[in-house]
């Protein structure tokens, strides 16, 4: 088993069910809290645990900088090294490589670039994508594809979508060769080794067959610009390729969110209904809710973590800056309609105090709060779907 879609419900276009990973079942539509550097800036896993995070995802690109893919792979992969024992995603870094360096250089074979943190060369190409997030061990990884620009020319979107679609098919065939690399299918694959050699017990055999098809699953990424035909291309061939699940890439990289919304919805169509659809890099609580609703069954987005550190707070009543003098003796809590831990403890004043006074606190719990938010908004989005007209029981492989 690598990951699977189980749909449960499905209420218009949107469904709700759960992926099985190989490090446990993670309820969808789900929305993924970034943890670049092996970490959710400020919160501990034992509180991400708390607040029912069942996905995290973590950025290849900063991990492969830093502490480097051959630590976290000798110490048993990125579950172990941050003692986190649920579910992982990990992106390609080609999106980094192309957001944090303006000296890159794409040529077929890959990219060249300088470290954003001492200019050092590097290159990464598919291959190297691969290795390093098979290194990693997250339970879901992603293709390299390159990030079309905005805006861009039609021969120029065009000559993209057909690089992420070559480098799609080179990811694939490195990644069928080595996947039995992964750091936890080591243990395991000896285990089995040893079974077939001795007289093992059935159940032992049984456990480590079962072991070892537990593996990665490499999902593909549709691209193609803001060009609703190259993304329907896209999506068409990167299906004939054939990965476990697909994302919708190459977005927010600063188009109007009404054309965000449209490339969005057109895409979906193009992608098989019985496959988890991630949507790359998105967005406000509103817009998750949106994309959800839509049929999209993964997303993630730096806002909510980064916004809390910048003070700026959602609640069921919109946005809160919290640094504002307004909430100096503001005892209320900070959304009365939010039961996280922060919500139920602390004041607006006390927030503010901590922001205002530059308390590592203030990071922590405007964090806390921020993916609660989040995580509570999907919550809804699913129950929703659920109430909807009774599904049909749907289970796809
Ligand atoms: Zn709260």
């Known amino acids: 088993m690598a990951v699977r879609?189980?749909?449960?419900?499905?209420?218009?276009?949107?469904?709700?069910?759960?992926?099985?990973?190989p490090h446990g079942e993670v309820e969808t539509p789900v929305f993924m809290p970034v943890g670049t550097l092996a970490s959710v800036k400020g919160?501990?896993?034992?509180?991400?645990?708390?607040?029912?995070?069942?996905?995290?995802?973590?950025?290849?690109?900063?991990?492969?900088?830093?502490?480097?893919?051959?630590?976290?792979?000798?110490?048993?992969?990125?579950?172990?090294?941050?003692?986190?024992?649920?579910?992982?995603?990990?992106?390609?870094?080609?999106?980094?490589?192309?957001?944090?360096n303006d000296l890159r250089k794409v040529s077929e074979e890959?990219?060249?670039?300088?470290?954003?943190?001492?200019?050092?060369?590097?290159?990464?190409?598919?291959?190297?994508?691969?290795?390093?997030?098979?290194?990693?061990?997250?339970?879901?990884?992603?293709?390299?594809?390159?990030?079309?620009?905005?805006?861009?020319?039609?021969?120029?979107?065009r000559d993209s979508m057909e690089l992420t679609l070559r480098w799609a098919e080179r990811c694939k065939s490195y990644?069928?060769?080595?996947?039995?690399e992964v750091p936890w299918a080591r243990t395991e694959a000896a285990e089995l080794r040893s079974a077939g050699r001795t007289r093992a017990s059935a159940h032992t055999r049984a456990r480590a067959t079962q072991a070892v098809e537990a593996t990665q699953?490499?999902?593909?990424?549709?691209?193609?610009?803001?060009?609703?035909?190259?993304?329907?291309?896209?999506?068409?061939?990167?299906?004939?390729i054939g990965f476990p699940g697909y994302a919708i890439g190459g977005l927010s990289v600063g188009e109007p969110r009404e054309l965000t919304r449209d490339i969005v919805l057109s895409t979906l169509e193009h992608l098989p209904c019985n496959q988890p659809r991630y949507l790359m890099g998105v967005g406000t609580p509103e817009e998750i809710a949106q994309y959800a609703q839509s049929g999209v069954d993964m997303m993630d987005c730096v806002l909510p973590t980064r916004a809390a550190r910048h003070g700026l707070l959602f609640t069921s009543e919109g946005k809160v800056s919290i640094k504002q003098a307004?909430?100096?003796?503001?005892?209320?809590?900070?959304?009365?309609?939010?039961?996280?831990?922060?919500?139920?403890?602390?004041?607006?004043?006390?927030?503010?105090?901590?922001?205002?006074?530059?308390?590592?606190?203030?990071?922590?719990?405007?964090?806390?709060?921020?993916?609660?938010?989040?995580?509570?908004?999907?919550?809804?989005?699913?129950?929703?779907?659920?109430?909807?007209?009774?599904?049909?029981?749907?289970?796809?492989?």
């Open 110 to 157: 890959g990219v060249a670039f300088r470290s954003h943190l001492d200019g050092s060369p590097h290159f990464l190409s598919p291959e190297k994508a691969m290795e390093a997030q098979i290194g990693l061990g997250a339970d879901i990884i992603m293709a390299l594809d390159e990030c079309t620009e905005y805006p861009a020319g039609a021969q120029r979107a």
């Open 175 to 180: 990644f069928e060769e080595h996947k039995h």
């Open 326 to 397: 307004r909430y100096a003796q503001d005892e209320s809590a900070l959304d009365a309609g939010c039961d996280c831990r922060v919500c139920q403890r602390y004041s607006r004043a006390y927030l503010r105090h901590l922001y205002a006074a530059n308390e590592l606190l203030a990071q922590v719990l405007n964090t806390v709060h921020n993916l609660h938010y989040y995580l509570a908004t999907m919550r809804t989005v699913r129950a929703w779907i659920r109430a909807g007209n009774a599904a049909r029981a749907v289970t796809t492989r």
């Open 217 to 240: 699953a490499l999902f593909g990424i549709v691209q193609g610009g803001m060009d609703l035909e190259l993304r329907r291309e896209s999506a068409g061939r990167t299906i004939d």
């Open 5 to 21: 879609l189980q749909i449960d419900a499905t209420r218009g276009s949107a469904r709700a069910g759960k992926l099985i990973t």
């Open 43 to 100: 919160v501990s896993q034992d509180v991400l645990e708390d607040l029912d995070v069942q996905i995290l995802l973590g950025n290849t690109y900063h991990l492969y900088l830093r502490p480097g893919v051959e630590t976290i792979r000798q110490m048993g992969g990125l579950h172990r090294f941050m003692s986190w024992d649920r579910a992982i995603l990990t992106d390609s870094g080609g999106f980094q490589v192309f957001s944090l």
